[in-house]
Structure formats: C-alpha cells, structure tokens
C-alpha cells in the first residue's frame, strides 16, 4: 500500500456518489484505517467536510490516537480480515452531538487475491443505551457494559427468552426494558412481575387471573399479568422464588403459550416475548432439586450477565452525574473529584441501587454546595488496597501472609482517620479480632487505639 492513501486507484471512482446511496452514515476505508471516502450523512454526523480523506477512521470518529482495539473496544475489522465476513458491534462515537452509541456494521471488499482489501462502514444510530447522562434508560462505557449492550443488540429484533442474570442492584429490570424498547414489539405492554415474597396461590391468581367465586374473596374477574402481557413483554424478575409446584404450570404455559384463570375450566392462548431474571445461582438450585431443570433450559435460551458495579469502575463518574440528575429534588451544585475518587475506590457490594442510596444521602448532607468526600459514608472513605503495594515486592520474594496482613493494617491505620468499629466491618472482622491483629502485627499507634481488654 503506498503512503499515501489517495494515490490508490479506488480514490479515482465517483465513491461519493455510491456512498450517498445510503441513508446513513457511511465510509470506505483500507486495511490501514485510512478513509478514501464519505457521505453527506457521515460528514453531517462529524462536521468534518473536508477533512475526511487522509484520515484515519478512529481519529475522526472516536477522537483515538490508535485503534479502537487498542483503547478498550473490540474492533469489526479485524473480524472482517479473520472471517472476511461482515460484521456488527456497538461502539461509542464522539459525534457533534457528543458521545452517543452507534451500531457499526463493517462489510469486507475483496481485493484481486480473493482476500479483504477495502471495507465499507455504515453507521445506524441505537438507542438501547446513552453513553452521556440521560434521564431513563441504561447509561455508561467501559468494556463489560459494551459487552451486555452488543448481547441485547443481538436479542432485540428476535423472539427467544432471554436469561437475566446478576447481583442485586444491578438494574435487571433497566436491561429487560431495553431489550423490549429494542424489539419489535416495543409498541405493546412491557409487564414486570415480582416473583419473590408471593404464596403459591397468590402468585397463581397474580399470574393468571382468576374467575368470581374462585376462592374466598375473589368477588370480581381478575385479568392476570400474562393477560396483560398478551403481543408484549412479560419479565419474571427474581424467576428463582417461583414455587416449585407453580414451576410446573410456568413451564406448560411457555410451551404452550396457553393457561387456565384461577377458577376456569377453558384454556385462553396468549402470545408474549418471556424476560425471565434472578440474583440466584439457578444451576446450584437445580443441583438440589429447588428448580425445574426443564423450565431452566425453557426459560436459559439466550443468557446475558449484568455486570455488578465492581465490573464496571469505569462508568461510575457517569453514573453519578447520571443519578444526580435523576435525583428528585437535587439542586445541581455537583460532586468534588474527591468525592468521585473515593467512589471509585469503594466495592459497592449493593451495586447502583447503594450508589444511588449513598447520593440521595450525601445530597441531603450537603445541602447548598457540592458533595464532597465528607458527606459520603464511612465506608466510602476507606483507602482500598493500592494496586502497587504487592507489585513492588521482588518476584523472588514471597511475604508470608501475615506480614502482607500487618503491612495492610498499618496503611489502613496510618493514613486514615478511621472509626475502628467501621474499619472492622470493612474488614470483615469483630472489633476484638482487629485490637488484636494491631497487637499481634506490632504496629507504631498510640496505645489508645487498643483495646485495653486485648492487651
């Protein structure tokens, strides 16, 4: 390939004209990134009229000084060269409305050995995530979130049952809404059904409705949830609490797309796309016989994990501004670095629904100014274990684990002030436990600092 791009032969065909062809965003581009040419649509979407040509593609489109593979997102044309087939996947593109998420279809042109030489690009919006605060819907950008977002963008258009699986707080909910918002029937009900905390025979009429007369205090008809669900979306969230009786009627229903109300002897067909969704280890439950391995395969067809908020470090300045904004009544005076840092550096065992906890608190704490460091909780305000406290021991030294043990404590203890109650929590031990371990790893304090029952 010679230097400069332009000089290839390709450069001299009326690509503009072809490009313009399509509605949406569109380039042709080498193996070498360089763009040879574009459409009125990808220069309206980067306001880049005329400087286009000679450039490479990551540099106008992400504002990335190398490949996107080598900044954190997979790249579609190293697919294409391993494949020579097209490919699709989500990326975030710095457009002149901002970051915002973009489907990137990449389809290979063979060259005159048989072999990839040219790719055309073709940019289509997506809506299925906001990669700038937004107020609904699922929002952020590192690597794990774009993982879940390429499954969702693949499950979307389809009928299948989808398996939601994650920790609590995660925002499966959130998920399942953007996979109904993504679908075809997006313009039908999306109904949630909590499935925890409901007796079987609750849980029966919730789920099907039941006649007058059915039971004691049925005094009317009753449509149930999957009656509401009928041309849309039902989303069994928390699916693991299902009794095990109910399971077997769950599992016909699936199969069968039909049921019975409480009550009634005819059979009513419904048509639904199934979200089915749970914190629990489903395979460990069906191991003890607590759940149908049948309904599991039912329900399992296509998995997608939500990433816990541990997963996705990255998008809690995001996340923050994002849930700020959300937040009712917050004035907006906005959150220090301080602040961010030490949220950044906090496990979230709670997920989203402790961050969003946390804000709500520290907003009230804060009151006319910004949140600082000080209005977070205790915990937050924990130095976490610095990455290069066991990268800077020699590899041909191994520590035993009670002096990596004593090391730690001694930073916990030197560079915070700490409640010795809240450090103990953190740590997972009583209070007794750590007076003892600062005894035992004969740290530099003031004896004031130990519990005199432990000396």
Request: charged fraction near 25%; charge should be negative.
């Amino acid at each position: 390939m010679s230097s400069n791009p332009l000089t290839t032969p390709i450069a001299h065909l009326p690509l503009h004209h072809f490009l313009n062809s399509y509605a949406e965003p569109a380039i042709l581009l080498d193996k070498n990134y360089f763009i040879h040419g574009c459409n009125n649509a990808y220069i309206n979407e980067f306001k880049e009229k005329n400087m286009l040509q000679g450039r490479k593609c990551f540099e106008v489109s992400h504002s990335f000084s190398k490949p996107c593979d080598q900044e954190g997102e997979s790249c579609p044309m190293l697919t294409c060269l391993d494949t020579g087939l097209p490919d699709k996947m989500m990326h975030v593109h710095v457009t002149s409305r901002g970051r915002e998420y973009v489907e990137v279809e990449m389809r290979p042109i063979a060259g005159p050995d048989g072999q990839p030489e040219y790719f055309l690009e073709i940019l289509k919006p997506s809506h299925i995530a906001q990669a700038m605060p937004s107020p609904v819907g699922l929002v952020g950008t590192s690597e794990p979130f774009n993982h879940m977002l390429d499954l969702i963008r693949r499950v979307a258009p389809s009928r299948v049952s989808v398996f939601l699986s994650g920790a609590s707080g995660t925002g499966k909910e959130v998920v399942a809404r953007a996979i109904h918002d993504a679908s075809d029937r997006s313009d039908k009900p999306f109904v949630p059904v909590e499935c925890s905390g409901l007796t079987e025979s609750l849980f029966e009429s919730e789920l099907f409705g039941h006649e007058k007369g059915a039971f004691t205090g049925a005094y009317s008809n009753k449509k149930g949830l999957v009656e509401a669900a009928h041309g849309g979306t039902l989303f069994l969230d928390e699916i693991g609490d299902v009794p095990l009786p109910l399971q077997v009627k769950l599992l016909r229903l699936l199969e069968t797309k039909t049921y019975r109300k409480v009550g009634s002897v005819d059979t009513r067909h419904t048509d639904f796309r199934l979200i089915a969704a749970t914190n629990q280890n489903l395979t460990a439950m069906v191991e003890a016989g607590t759940f149908r391995l049948d309904l599991y395969y039912r329900i399992s067809v296509f998995p997608i994990h939500i990433p816990s908020l541990s997963e996705r470090k990255k998008d809690i300045p995001l996340l923050v501004e994002t849930l700020l904004q959300r937040m009712e009544g917050f004035r907006g005076f906005g959150i220090t670095d301080q602040a961010i840092k030490a949220l950044e550096n906090y496990h979230f065992p709670g997920n989203i629904r402790e961050l969003l906890n946390f804000l709500e608190r520290a907003s009230l704490l804060a009151e006319n100014k910004p949140i600082d460091i000080k209005h977070l909780p205790e915990v937050c305000q924990l130095a976490p274990l610095p990455s290069d406290m066991v990268s800077a021991i020699p590899d041909d030294i191994i520590l035993p684990l009670k002096e990596v043990e004593r090391r730690y404590i001694k930073r916990m203890l030197t560079n915070n002030q700490i409640d010795r109650r809240v450090l103990a929590e953190k740590l997972g031990v009583s209070e007794r436990t750590l007076y003892r371990k600062i005894e035992e790893a004969n740290t530099d304090f003031p004896v004031d600092q130990v519990d005199p029952e432990e000396t």
